[in-house]
């Protein structure tokens, strides 16, 4: 089963936008803080972005601050600008359980419950 849903990818051109979106219908996401994750080929999972369980505490990856944006409603959203060719990346969505707020906890891999199976971004140049 799938808990957590990615969305919202495609090829996009340098300098575009994108926003991708994270859907959990089996979970309540009020309970969830989510984090969004990218992955390039032969590279290593990089955090990108956290948001806490009710939305009003935020982290980020040092690569995308200032060009990225998570935010809660009833999904979580990553809106991205200023998109670069080394922003190409599988895109994944994780959840844990927890009424922690968030930070630099939120960037380590192993602290999720659930993943998602990942947004395909392609930024050309």
């Known amino acids: 089963q799938v808990f957590v849903h990615e969305s919202g990818g495609g090829l996009v051109q340098a300098g575009g936008s994108l926003r991708l979106s994270c859907a959990a219908p089996?979970?309540?996401?009020?309970?969830?803080?989510v984090g969004w994750f990218r992955q390039a080929p032969g590279k290593e999972r990089e955090f990108v972005a956290g948001?806490?369980?009710?939305?009003r505490s935020t982290y980020y990856g040092d690569s995308t601050k200032g060009r990225f944006t998570i935010d809660k409603g009833n999904a979580v959203y990553l809106s991205m600008i200023s998109l670069k060719p080394e922003d190409t990346a599988i895109y994944y969505c994780a959840a844990k359980r927890t009424f922690e707020s968030a930070g630099s906890w939120m960037s380590a891999v192993s602290a999720y419950d659930y993943w998602g199976q990942g947004t395909q971004v392609t930024v050309s140049s």
């Open positions: 948001i806490g369980f009710g939305g």
């Open positions: 089996a979970l309540n996401l009020n309970t969830y803080a």
